[in-house]
């Protein structure tokens, strides 16, 4: 099948069950989006999927023809960083870092539907994101920022 | 107490993950070293005063010192660029940016032209320095005086060069000028042309903290881009041509024992690789599909081992299998414990349950494997490379020279990757398909096949007198471990012991060790002695203590956090603190407890002290990290199991803090510039539990004398209790 990724179109030959995630970092070397969980409970994997946030490790090859999937490595805009990994570098908000691909999509998304979200609208849009070195109240200034530019 | 200049790794392992000391011999090989690294000025941290060994400022060709002898190199190229080359790895801990910023501040050189190379065996010194003894230097002040000779000698050499007296030079952004600021000279230019190797004396000037340029500020993580971008190339993001995807078959529990196992399914699938050697069975394949297929396709039947304990009858079997005092942590007796509980006005008896918990780091075990020619090269993330090299050196009968181990930045660990089993089945499953082989693991074998923070029991008994004085302090840990039992609390008598038991479950170190346990009983008990005699917890704790930065840490949280200030209705207030590894940390909460129990967080405030502060926001993430790790394991962490079998190993069944568990937290982080720094990776997840439960109690009542202690979210209904 053919899938998009990033704008670009690559011809993959995989089972229409396969999920998303092993896909993007086995067959195509895009290994910016994580494995946490394998059960879309952590967020790591997270990518967009025509805009909206998707756990890549629980999405199915099936469901994707003819849908554009955003990933972390298609945030950067000639060599210029989204405004959210700018303030994510900024606020310096994470410690291992193995949290913020997923962290940064899910707040990608949350600032494109609402570009001035409540500290309460954050925690609720980022909620099934894990940082278990615990963060969070970094990242929540670092959407915060984001918002603001 | 601790000795205030013991900086162990940031999450310290258990006696029983202390890597063999090395036997093989580091040769201070003067070509060899520079045939690596190129000209230039390389100065090596030993852990011996080597200028009287040497009797003079270099050392002779050959010099063969013990690996363990060397802590650290720093070596300045003919590029300019400041090599600094040690055994501690990058868990997340902003380790890389801190030793950065020392370096850059003894050296006098931009942080832009330091270069860390970390954890990788055949480039680092042996680190020694890292698991050793109390009276083992850490790593910041090894890598100081190295980068203060450094400077040192770059002064003489221009001074030399000028023909002038080196008083009147100094270092400055990667020059040496002379004060008159007429002459100039870039580290490169001096050190080009030369291969010199110099020991460090340990007698070297540094620079005082209260001077500190660079080190003292926030600078931000390193190399911060290649995070937020996702290029950073964990182990589990890495690839070598013609690499097979890695699966091992798990036992269906603990103690299960292969009894007759047929890989012939499995083999009969193109390109799959399958083992079976001993309980170790595993496939390969091109991709990882494939070797899940082939996995399924093994059939084995399995012998398992009944009569398992349970999380629910835990705590009985770890009582009832406890052996003899270990010894280890545990301060003498002293006084007639007997005479001082009897003779109190007041007798306190408790006991404490610990429940298991995961460390969980977001990206589970992983390790990628390659042999050539006979050697062994394995990228893994763990806290312990030289261990894994040891490790692998003996599975597979090689010489340590024959095994590299490099450890890229990882995705954490908190004290839960000491261990190299991603790596051996990695190099197992290589060796026999002859390819590279990567290993990463699920979170489900994450979760069983790791190891977890003990479970344990702890009995509290005190005696207390009505004007606040303890007369008696008899502590008993079971299992759970020896770290922290030490009480800085005056008392007139006491008898602290550690009781290891036959953990069912492979347990091993977490972040602060024991320490976790043993603080929550002792400063719930200290709350409870408190409220025996109506006073109040802060002031309790002050009438008995001596320590004056303990008592410092306790009165800056206090006052940030209003501690005599009213109080609404079904609010409480709770207060804890305690030391570890040089740090102090005092913690207050404020909780709500509703008419049906239901306990909420509203805030935290924290104060912190670990000697002078090296970056301030790494080290407030430091401590952020810790009290919201620590906050898991107070209100809902917990590994339920049966029958060998972990019955909550994924993120939906065990859970851990998300955003919206976080209370608001402030941290006072005190900057002792006239201490020396400390780790601060541990102490600070000590406080946040009992101060949670002394504030439950406080409003409520309720004694909550189990960790975890509200995992439904409502005060009196513990899980697991023996």
Request: some cysteine.
């Amino acid at each position: 099948m053919v899938l998009t990724v990033n704008g670009k179109t690559y011809e993959v030959n995989t089972d229409p069950d396969a999920d998303l995630l092993s896909v993007l970092r086995n067959e195509l070397q895009l290994t910016g989006s994580k494995y946490g969980c394998g059960e879309g409970a952590c967020g790591a994997c997270t990518v967009l999927i025509n805009g909206k946030p998707a756990r890549s490790c629980i999405t199915t090859m099936a469901t994707l023809a003819g849908k554009d999937i955003t990933t972390i490595e298609g945030l950067e805009t000639n060599g210029k960083l989204h405004p959210v990994q700018m303030a994510c570098l900024t606020t310096d908000a994470f410690q291992c870092s193995y949290c913020a691909p997923g962290m940064i999509m899910s707040a990608v998304s949350l600032l494109d539907q609402n570009p001035s979200p409540t500290e309460a609208a954050i925690v609720s849009a980022m909620n099934g994101n894990i940082c278990r070195c615990g963060t969070y109240p970094y990242i929540i200034k670092a959407i915060q920022l984001a918002s603001q530019s | 107490m601790k000795s205030s200049d013991y900086s162990p790794h940031p999450f310290e392992p258990t006696d029983d993950e202390l890597p063999q000391q090395s036997s093989i011999h580091f040769m201070m090989d003067r070509r060899k070293f520079f045939k690596a690294t190129g000209g230039g000025l390389a100065v090596a941290f030993v852990l011996y005063d080597m200028l009287s060994y040497a009797g003079e400022n270099t050392l002779a060709e050959n010099a063969s010192l013990s690996d363990s002898q060397v802590g650290a190199w720093i070596h300045i190229g003919e590029d300019g660029i400041v090599s600094v080359f040690t055994g501690k790895v990058e868990v997340g801990q902003n380790i890389r940016t801190s030793l950065s910023q020392i370096v850059a501040e003894e050296l006098m050189v931009p942080m832009a032209s330091i270069k860390m190379i970390m954890g990788d065996t055949d480039q680092v010194p042996y680190d020694a320095g890292t698991y050793g003894s109390l009276t083992t230097p850490k790593m910041g002040t090894q890598l100081r005086k190295a980068a203060a000779t450094a400077r040192q000698a770059l002064i003489e050499m221009a001074a030399k060069q000028w023909n002038v007296s080196a008083d009147g030079l100094k270092a400055e952004n990667g020059s040496i000028v002379n004060v008159a600021g007429s002459q100039k000279i870039f580290f490169g230019k001096l050190t080009a042309g030369q291969q010199l190797l110099l020991p460090v004396s340990d007698k070297v000037k540094v620079i005082s903290a209260s001077d500190w340029q660079v080190a003292g500020k926030t600078i931000p993580k390193v190399n911060g881009r290649l995070f937020v971008t996702g290029k950073h190339p964990y182990v589990s993001d890495m690839n070598l041509p013609g690499m097979l995807y890695g699966k091992v078959l798990r036992p269906p529990a603990y103690q299960a024992k292969p009894l007759k196992v047929d890989l012939s399914k499995a083999l009969a699938i193109k390109g799959v690789v399958a083992v079976h050697d001993g309980n170790f069975i595993a496939v390969a394949a091109p991709d990882i599909r494939t070797a899940n297929k082939a996995l399924h396709e093994i059939n084995v039947s399995w012998q398992e081992t009944a009569g398992q304990p349970s999380h629910k009858n835990i705590f009985e079997y770890l009582v009832k299998y406890a052996g003899a005092n270990s010894n280890r942590n545990t301060p003498a007796a002293q006084g007639d414990i007997v005479k001082g509980l009897a003779s109190a006005n007041f007798k306190y008896s408790q006991t404490y349950h610990i429940n298991y918990i995961a460390h969980v780091p977001l990206e589970p075990r992983a390790a990628l494997a390659q042999w050539t020619d006979g050697k062994l090269t394995v990228w893994t993330g763990t806290q312990r490379p030289f261990g894994v090299q040891n490790e692998l050196a003996e599975i597979f009968k090689l010489d340590k020279e024959k095994v590299r181990v490099m450890m890229p930045d990882t995705g954490s660990g908190y004290g839960g990757k000491h261990s190299g089993e991603a790596a051996i089945e990695a190099a197992r499953l290589s060796q026999a398909a002859k390819k590279p082989v990567k290993i990463v693991w699920t979170r489900e074998e994450e979760f069983t096949w790791a190891y977890l923070r003990p479970g344990g029991v702890i009995e509290v008994e005190a005696g207390v007198d009505k004007d606040g004085s303890i007369t008696a302090w008899k502590f008993i840990n079971y299992n759970s471990g020896g770290a922290g039992q030490s009480t800085q609390y005056k008392t007139v008598s006491q008898q602290i012991t550690h009781l290891p038991s036959n953990s069912p479950l492979k347990q091993g170190s977490y972040r602060g060790l024991a320490t976790v346990a043993n603080v929550f009983a002792r400063e719930s008990a200290m709350t409870d002695l408190a409220r025996l005699i109506n006073m109040d917890q802060l002031a309790f704790r002050l009438k008995n203590l001596e320590d004056d930065r303990f008592i410092a840490v306790l009165k800056k949280a206090a006052d940030a956090f209003g501690w005599g200030d009213n109080k609404p209705a079904g609010h409480g207030f709770g207060i804890a603190g305690g030391f570890e590894k040089g740090d102090y940390v005092a913690c207050c909460a404020e909780v709500v407890v509703n008419n049906n129990r239901e306990v909420k967080v509203l805030r935290v405030v924290q104060a912190f002290d670990c000697g002078a502060i090296v970056n301030p926001h790494h080290l407030e993430s430091q401590v952020m990290g810790s009290i919201i790790q620590g906050l898991g394991g107070a209100l809902f962490e917990a590994v339920e199991f049966a029958n060998g079998r972990i019955l909550n190993p994924g993120l939906s069944s065990y859970r851990v803090p998300r955003f919206s568990d976080i209370p608001k937290i402030e941290i006072v982080l005190i900057d002792r510039k006239d201490m020396p720094s400390a780790g601060a990776g541990e102490a600070a997840i000590i406080g946040i539990a009992p101060a949670i439960r002394n504030a439950i109690a406080d409003v409520a009542g309720i004694a909550l004398n189990t960790l975890p202690m509200v995992p439904n979210g409502v005060a009196n209904s513990p899980i697991a209790k023996g």
